[in-house]
């Protein structure tokens, strides 16, 4: 897959990324992501406008009225697939009810009661209060879609959580904006279509499971969000971080199931020439393969440069009038690198499989590092004691509920209509089979740590490691923490 990074709306980066992708394309031994592949895989685009898809619904309309009932099914069965992949809100939203009322009447008409019914209900699940339009609608339509409404308002809900990286997004399902991040929402059981917005980062859509009493949701929109497909893949950067984005291109291509990520880029130094430069990612193992570049100027590269960095990314081979960057020196497109306090000059690669958060900031001067397997104990012993304790407070938290379910016994028994009963012991079984994962988890950990901990050579000066166990009533969390 190759993705570019930087400035998306770069009329001269996009245009060399697609040289670059066209030329790597053209070789019949590779097998390469398209461009088209990406967002469809990604961001999948309707292939018919608002208006098609609203005359579609109209001809549908037609058909209905003229008893065509199976031809009109099977128009807008064809445009919902269309309308979901249109962008979310208003405009989108309004067809999609349009839709769906139109299953609901038309199902009706063939006698498919079930399928009118969950027609009606994907309208009225997320709007509790739409109410047809008497002039559209027959009588018995609308007794029939009012009872469903009743039905639904007594139906259990579940508590479906979405939370996004970038605080205060938006928030839609099935098209319909419900609401800003952080938030909870009760909703009935179902599957509905999530997209998560702030401004130009849009998640990638997705569907979702609601069910059960909760469904706890993190969207990481600074990761998803960063991602383009259209007109060319890119990576927003906006910070300067490589590092980051490196490690996003390394997720990304997970996400899309490929071995190899070739993120292409332009460098603009403060002085000297601009180049254009290719860095290889293995994904599974998060790391740079190699990386080169040539210089360029305008917005079209140079065919023989271009099939020089070509045959390097794929091959490895260093053409004369390609510059690669080896393993102990630095790129040509790089400032010149500034020592540090002791003298000594920063490293120049990156690791882009873990990169290191824990130590941003910390200043002093170093220490010898500790040996890798030392470090390994310490983490899986702090993991383990932190799942331990985790355990310890979810069998508190069960213990309240325990004593409250005994108290609506009766006879040892749990009466079938006592909602409360049953709630507390789906609780139950929830708590049990975390108990049971944690305790399990925990001591694997804790003992996988010690065994580390005997066969590791002992370090001058362990890491300094955090755990800690907290609760606020209704839950628990664990946290571990340290420098290494």
Not at 8 to 24: H, T, V
Not at 168 to 176: I, K, N, P, Q, R
Not at 214 to 240: K, N, Q, R, W
Request: with cysteine.
């Amino acid at each position: 897959m190759v993705v570019a990074s930087g400035d998306c709306k770069d009329a001269e980066l996009g245009s060399q990324a697609n040289a670059f992708l066209g030329a790597l394309v053209s070789r019949p031994e590779q097998d390469v992501l398209s461009a088209e592949g990406f967002s469809e895989r990604l961001f999948p685009q309707p292939s018919k406008s608002y208006e098609d898809l609203q005359r579609q619904l109209d001809t549908a309309q037609d058909h209905f009225y003229e008893n065509r009932n199976a031809k009109a099914a099977q128009l807008v069965d064809e445009a919902l697939q269309q309308i979901n992949r249109l962008p979310v809100g208003e405009a989108r939203r309004k067809l999609f009810v349009s839709a769906q009322l139109l299953h609901g009447i038309n199902y009706r008409a063939m006698s498919r009661q079930k399928e009118s019914d969950t027609a009606f209900r994907n309208v009225l699940r997320l709007q509790p209060t739409y109410a047809l339009d008497p002039d559209y609608f027959a009588p018995s339509v609308r007794q029939g879609f009012e009872k469903l409404r009743r039905e639904m308002n007594q139906t259990r809900k579940v508590k479906l959580s979405i939370r996004s990286t970038l605080p205060t997004s938006d928030v839609y399902l099935d098209g319909l904006k419900v609401g800003q991040s952080p938030m909870t929402l009760d909703v009935p059981a179902g599957t509905y279509d999530l997209t998560v917005v702030k401004g130009d980062a849009i998640s990638f859509p997705r569907q979702i499971q609601a069910q059960g009493a909760d469904t706890p949701l993190l969207v990481d929109l600074a990761y998803e969000g960063s991602i383009i497909a259209t007109p060319f893949p890119c990576l927003t950067t906006t910070d300067g971080s490589d590092e980051r984005t490196l490690s996003h291109a390394v997720r990304l291509g997970g996400t899309l199931g490929v071995e190899e990520v070739i993120v292409v880029r332009l460098e603009r130094p403060s002085s000297g020439p601009k180049w254009f430069a290719a860095t290889v990612l293995n994904v599974e193992g998060g790391q740079k393969l190699r990386e080169g570049g040539f210089k360029t100027q305008g917005l079209d590269a140079p065919a023989e440069a271009l099939s020089a960095l070509v045959d390097f990314v794929t091959t490895g081979r260093s053409p004369s009038n390609l510059v690669v960057m080896n393993s102990n020196g630095r790129a040509p497109w790089e400032q010149p690198s500034t020592t540090d306090k002791n003298g000594t000059p920063p490293a120049s690669g990156l690791d882009v499989s873990a990169p290191d958060r824990l130590t941003e900031g910390v200043t002093g001067t170093a220490s010898q590092s500790t040996p890798g397997l030392r470090v390994a104990s310490y983490v899986l012993l702090g993991t383990g004691v932190a799942a331990l304790g985790g355990a310890g407070v979810v069998r508190l938290l069960a213990q309240k509920d325990v004593n409250d379910l005994e108290k609506r016994l009766e006879n040892g028994r749990i009466r079938s209509t006592d909602q409360e009963s049953l709630r507390l012991r789906d609780s139950l079984v929830q708590k049990n089979n975390l108990l049971t994962g944690l305790l399990v988890g925990g001591g694997a950990a804790a003992a996988t740590g010690a065994v580390l901990f005997l066969l590791s050579p002992s370090a001058e000066v362990p890491p300094p490691v955090s755990v800690g166990v907290a609760t606020d009533g209704d839950g628990f969390s664990a946290s571990l923490s340290g420098t290494f």
